[in-house]
């Protein structure tokens, strides 16, 4: 089984400003991890996965995160963010190969400030 | 259709009445998921279907919960006797293949009144 921490349950960053939002996971086997964003109202919409490969991944909006497995995180970060980025944020982690259930965080709402 | 469609986006419902919730997932998909999304919570795995074949329903909370998706397409999520703790949204996702990107539909919000 995995889990997912998401220790910070808002952050607010003024616009222009960097970002860095904080996800934790747990697991015996190895890992795929994902970030989501939901706007309010709207579905799931998915910024990057990491399943293999190079730890640091590229997403859409300018968004990446790096996947560092003996810390078992996968922080999300944005060098600048704009008013738009204002959403939750989930990170999510599912077994890999095959069919495997995703398992999500509690999520983070990002606040940006004008 | 372009994306996961859901309907209805909401439903108010009294306790004790049945509901059903539908999705209609990407064309040609063939996994379908059904998550629960309790106010200020993340999406909670409900259960899982590879074409018609349910495969994983381990995390419907109750046998008041049942889900189908007989001709491997639609699919229905069906609450009996509907409770206060159910008011939730109720999110579905397809995805065409194993490793690939599951996309979501916007979601059904039921409130039990």
């Known amino acids: 089984a995995q889990s997912v921490t998401q220790l910070d349950s808002q952050v607010p960053v003024f616009e222009e400003a960097p970002v860095e939002l904080r996800c934790n996971y747990s697991?015996?086997?190895?890992?795929?991890l994902f970030w989501y964003v939901q706007y309010p109202n709207q579905g799931l919409q998915l910024l990057l996965k990491?399943?293999?490969?190079?730890?640091l991944v590229k997403g859409i909006n300018g968004f990446e995160a790096e996947f560092n497995k003996s810390q078992t995180s996968f922080h999300l970060r944005k060098p600048s963010v704009h008013i738009s980025d204002t959403a939750e944020y989930f990170c999510?982690?599912?077994?890999?190969?095959?069919?495997?259930?995703?398992?999500f965080g509690t999520g983070t709402k990002l606040q940006v400030i004008p | 259709g372009a994306g996961v469609s859901q309907s209805p986006r909401y439903k108010v419902a009294k306790r004790g009445q049945d509901v059903a919730l539908r999705c209609d997932p990407i064309?040609?998909?063939?996994?379908l998921f059904w998550y629960q999304q309790a106010l200020g919570q993340g999406p909670e795995f409900l259960t899982y279907?590879?074409?018609?074949?349910?495969?994983?329903k381990s995390g419907l909370p109750s046998d008041r919960f049942f889900a189908e998706r007989p001709e491997g397409s639609v699919s229905t999520l069906k609450i009996q006797r509907t409770q206060q703790e159910d008011s939730a949204v109720y999110l579905c996702?397809?995805?065409?293949?194993?490793?690939?990107?599951?996309?979501f539909g916007q979601g059904t919000r039921l409130t039990v009144v």
């Open positions: 996702a397809s995805q065409a293949g194993y490793n690939t990107e599951a996309f």
């Open positions: 999510a982690v599912s077994g890999s190969g095959g069919y495997q259930k995703v398992t």
């Open positions: 064309s040609g998909h063939v996994s």
């Open positions: 279907f590879q074409n018609e074949a349910q495969l994983d």
């Open positions: 990491y399943l293999s490969g190079s730890t």
């Open positions: 697991s015996s086997v190895s890992v795929y």
